[in-house]
């Protein structure tokens, strides 16, 4: 959940990348970060994570990156669509607990 919040407080801030959400140019790499490659990558940094995956129903690779292609999908939508109603970062760690953490086993 840190990671989240962290990313969302931290990318638009990044000078290359903050450009980019700043100028509406997020297709640029989105395209990128929304493909089999990256969702592959995601998987792999996800088998890193302290979580028992098979406890918590993930059992094959194909399922650990559908996964990462969820958390990928929202975390792009954060980024791309920050809402209205700005959220501090304990609204933001409550919101993404809730909807997120399960799928993450916490």
Do not use: C, H
């Not at 089999?36 to 979580?51: C, D, E, Q």
């Not at 918590?56 to 996964?67: A, C, I, N, S, Y």
């Not at 999908?73 to 109603?85: D, E, I, K, Q």
Request: hydrophobic share 50%; aromatic share 10%.
């Amino acid at each position: 959940m840190e990671s989240v919040v962290f990313a969302v407080r931290t990318v638009p801030d990044e000078p290359y990348l903050g450009l980019l959400l700043e100028a509406g140019e997020t297709d640029f790499f989105t395209v990128e970060v929304a493909s089999a490659p990256a969702f592959a990558l995601g998987a792999r940094i996800l088998r890193n994570v302290p979580v028992d995956w098979t406890a918590v129903g993930v059992t094959t690779d194909e399922e650990l990156q559908g996964l990462a292609e969820i958390l990928m999908r929202l975390f792009l939508s954060f980024l791309r669509y920050p809402s209205a109603a700005t959220l501090d970062d304990d609204e933001l760690r409550k919101l993404v607990r809730r909807w997120i953490g399960p799928a993450l086993g916490g």
